[in-house]
């Protein structure tokens, strides 16, 4: 099986359904941002479930009050997603809020260069808290394969790490599995290539090879 997730973020629905379904042998799942929810409605989540058949990632990365995680949760969910990426900065009740309804992927640090300003910092409160509540999983950046060892190193067997950042951000996706990750993300990479196909192919392979 592929550790492979598509990073759709783009905004047409027709553009985001073919690139979905021509990729979608090469995946283990596709996630969706506010671009495409944005550009497209909450439906596009139920149409990628019916095109692929692979779970779908809401990557909203909540961050409110539990009552306010609760109601957007409640819809996502039930547009169809199987996942959907929270802030963790906001405390475990907001968390447990949208964990209620579904399964969630807590932010303990994220790919680009301004994470190291702040969110470094509480990485390590972060991975307290997943191995807390153990959610399915965490992001680590595929950016700096060192933090994907080190979160890696410090969370409880079974919670899984997704590391997004591969492609147009610098990351590697073969050392980002090497580090730890068992599952990386790209986007751009794929989306914006000549042949998504092909270029999710490539990027499966290299990932299975370092599984």
């Known amino acids: 099986m592929s550790g492979l997730i598509l990073a759709l973020d783009v905004y047409d629905r027709d553009r985001a359904l073919e690139i979905a379904e021509s990729t979608a042998d090469y995946l283990w799942a596709v996630k969706v941002n506010w671009p495409l929810i944005i550009g497209s409605g909450l ?6 479930k019916q095109i692929t058949g692979l779970p779908v990632i809401a990557d909203l990365k909540l961050a409110d ?27 475990r009740d907001s968390v447990k809020a949208v964990m209620e309804l579904g399964e969630a992927i807590i932010v303990v640090e994220m790919s680009h260069p301004g994470a190291e300003e702040f969110i470094q910092a509480a990485t390590d409160r972060l991975i ?20 994907v060892s080190y979160i ?48 999710a192919r490539r990027l499966s392979e290299e990932v299975e090879a370092w599984s």
């Open 43 to 48: 439906k596009i989540i139920t149409e990628l």
């Open 65 to 91: 009050i539990p009552n306010t995680n609760r109601l957007i949760a409640g819809e996502v969910f039930g547009a169809g997603a199987d996942y959907i990426i929270a802030h963790g900065f906001v405390g």
């Open 128 to 147: 307290e808290m997943a191995n807390e509540l153990e959610p399915f999983g965490v992001i680590a950046p595929a950016t700096r394969p060192e933090r």
């Open 152 to 199: 890696r190193s410090k969370l409880k067997p079974g919670i899984k790490v997704i590391a997004p950042g591969v492609g147009a951000q610098g990351g590697k996706a073969g050392e980002a599995i090497k580090a730890g990750a068992d599952y990386v993300v790209v986007g751009r990479a794929i989306y914006e290539s000549e042949n998504p196909r092909e270029a």
